[in-house]
């Protein structure tokens, strides 16, 4: 007795009640910014163990010391007549809190677990990733020389290409996953980030003659390691396959167990697509080049001395033909179009020969003879869109297909069926550019303004740059300011209406007077070429004898008019959408009309 009124005597009591209530509130705070920060699971854990040895000395020191007015002293022996310190508003604040803590913790034990209904019960706000999701980040150069970058990545994306091929298992983007290359932020912050419950990560480490890849599948939720290996193996390109083919097959085994009934296990088989090493080093060079549409002389150069050490080798060609096809648009290949289109086709061939699948090289094909008939048929649209839907069968994740296919749908009419493959397209590879830019340009083609803009901000806020802003959906959104700007930056200061103003308002009332503008207009584009925007602007305000027949439909509400004219009937039978039409159907807004004409809103 007398000893629990020594520990009475010098505030041991008072000091473990105030440390309990610290502690709680400090596990709290530790908890919250942990998940907010995507610090690591054990993190609160470690914070937990810290307090508890905290615990016993704090009551040492509470023991043996005691504040004063002038400071902490040692507390003296207890005299015999001396009293204990009476209960004080500091004491009752400490008890209160302590009771309240007990009370939280006793409540947090036996209430329903309300995590588990939200998550039983979603709404339309809160939407968690799907269980069969995953990403690959971008595996780890460890080699010695730190220069094998290109391989590492190379191993990661060949890797992520046959996740994606496993039935019912969503897979990250490439360009998504691999934003976070050398990135300090945790897996859960990063899947979050992604909207993925699991993430691969590993490394690379190639010495000499001898390579050791090292991956590791983690389930983003609780940071756990679900799998991981480590294989090491003589450097060969027949190796290399073989070691993705046994990463993929253990992480669907793993993800399988985990998620039973979601997602069944199998046995992954990696085509290995050339047995020559320098051939595959030389590709995989090669490939970060042309994904960034960036030097593709430098790129064709690797990937010619690739198909000269294996004349076999259908991926190389693929991407040979590719680039060429792309050079016409982004240049860096000293040659004329019709030559590039010439190599575009004769490569792709090459890929098509081995390989009868090669998705690319069949889109690539189509895209080429489009641009190279001088005047579309209704055979050649339809062949067009049989490729495309011959290379999107191959692979429904092509997105250079489905780019494609939707503007050649949009060409004709079919604006509606384009959007679904522009945004099937965003949704495969979220940061590729240009078909978010057609998702804007043709969700205004159909009137659809606030969509449109909603795409361009979307875009904007992702840090991707929409090249095409339309003049006519800024003027029907009466984005004055905005249009001004971007009018300013298209046309520059000497165009032929007074000001920008002007336009401003022949977008606004396309069918007003503006018959003085025509000359102007036509003697302006006679002295600049390649000016977008220019021909609509003519078709708007009455110039219709200046469209080129084989632009497809003019499409957009401003251009309402124009679908009404003699002109317009004249475009569509020189461009074979009248007997496209005729033959396969017509799109939403048009149909057979009287006469022989066809009625288009």
Not at 47 to 70: D, K, M, R
């Amino acid at each position: 007795m007398d000893f629990l009124t020594e520990l009475r005597r010098r505030s041991v009591f008072r000091v473990a009640a105030a440390y309990l209530v610290a502690g709680w509130a400090v596990m709290q705070v530790v908890g919250v910014i942990a998940r907010a920060s995507g610090m690591p699971s054990w993190a609160d854990s470690f914070a937990l163990i810290l307090l508890v040895v905290g615990f016993p000395i704090a009551l040492i020191i509470a023991w043996a010391f005691e504040l004063t007015p002038e400071g902490p002293k040692r507390t003296e022996a207890r005299a015999g007549d001396e009293t204990i310190k009476p209960f004080r508003l500091a004491d009752g604040v400490i008890v209160a809190a302590l009771v309240v803590v007990m009370g939280v913790v006793v409540w947090q034990q036996l209430a329903p677990n309300t995590a588990t209904v939200v998550m039983q019960t979603p709404t339309d706000n809160v939407v968690g990733p799907e269980a069969a999701s995953i990403a690959v980040l971008a595996f780890e150069d460890l080699s010695p020389e730190g220069d094998q970058e290109y391989f590492s990545d190379g191993i990661s994306e060949e890797l992520l290409n046959v996740l994606v091929r496993v039935e019912g298992l969503r897979v990250a983007s490439r360009t998504s996953a691999f934003q976070f290359k050398g990135s300090s932020i945790g897996i859960p912050a990063i899947a979050d980030q992604l909207n993925v419950a699991h993430v691969v990560e590993g490394s690379v480490r190639r010495a000499g003659d001898t390579i050791r890849i090292t991956a590791q599948l983690i389930d983003a939720s609780t940071d756990e390691h679900l799998w991981s290996d480590t294989f090491d193996r003589t450097l060969t390109a027949s190796n290399i396959f073989e070691v993705q083919d046994e990463i993929a097959t253990a992480i669907v085994a793993a993800l399988s167990e985990r998620l039973q009934g979601v997602l069944p296990a199998m046995e992954i088989e990696v085509e290995a697509t050339t047995e020559n090493l320098t051939a595959y080093e030389l590709y995989l060079q090669a490939r970060p080049l042309f994904l960034a549409r960036d030097a593709f002389d430098r790129a064709d150069a690797l990937l010619a001395q690739a198909v000269g050490l294996d004349p076999d080798f259908s991926e190389a060609w693929e991407m040979r033909g590719a680039l060429h096809m792309l050079a016409t648009s982004y240049g860096f290949i000293d040659a004329e179009e019709g030559e590039l289109n010439r190599l575009a086709i004769e490569y792709s061939q090459r890929a098509l020969a081995i390989d009868p699948e090669s998705s690319l090289a069949i889109a690539v094909i189509a895209n080429v003879e489009d641009d190279m008939v001088e005047v579309s048929t209704a055979a050649s649209i339809h062949r067009e869109l049989e490729s495309y839907d011959r290379a999107l069968e191959i692979d429904p994740r092509n997105t250079s297909a489905l780019n494609w296919r939707g503007l050649t749908l949009a060409s004709v009419g079919f604006v509606e069926l384009a959007l679904e493959d522009f945004a099937r397209c965003v949704e495969i590879e979220p940061d590729y550019s240009p078909c978010h830019a057609n998702l804007v340009f043709h969700s205004t083609a159909v009137g659809d303004d606030q969509t449109a803009f909603d795409y361009y901000l979307a875009a904007a806020n992702s840090g991707i740059a929409v090249p095409a802003l339309p003049l006519s959906m800024l003027a029907r959104l009466g984005k004055r300011e905005l249009f001004l700007i971007v009018a300013a930056e298209e046309y520059g200061p000497n165009a032929p209406w007074a000001d920008n103003e002007m336009l401003y308002e022949i977008f606004r009332d396309p069918g007003g007077d503006w018959d003085h503008l025509i000359d102007a207009i036509t003697a302006f584009e006679e002295t600049r070429t390649g000016a977008s925007g220019q021909t609509s602007i003519d078709i708007m305000i009455g110039n219709y004898d200046r469209y080129d027949p084989d632009w497809g439909i003019p499409l957009g509400p401003e251009l309402a008019g124009y679908r009404q004219t003699d002109a317009f009937q004249r475009v569509l039978e020189a461009n074979g959408l009248a007997e496209y039409w005729r033959t396969y159907g017509f799109p939403p807004r048009c149909r057979e009309g009287q006469a022989g004409r066809i009625d288009c809103d």
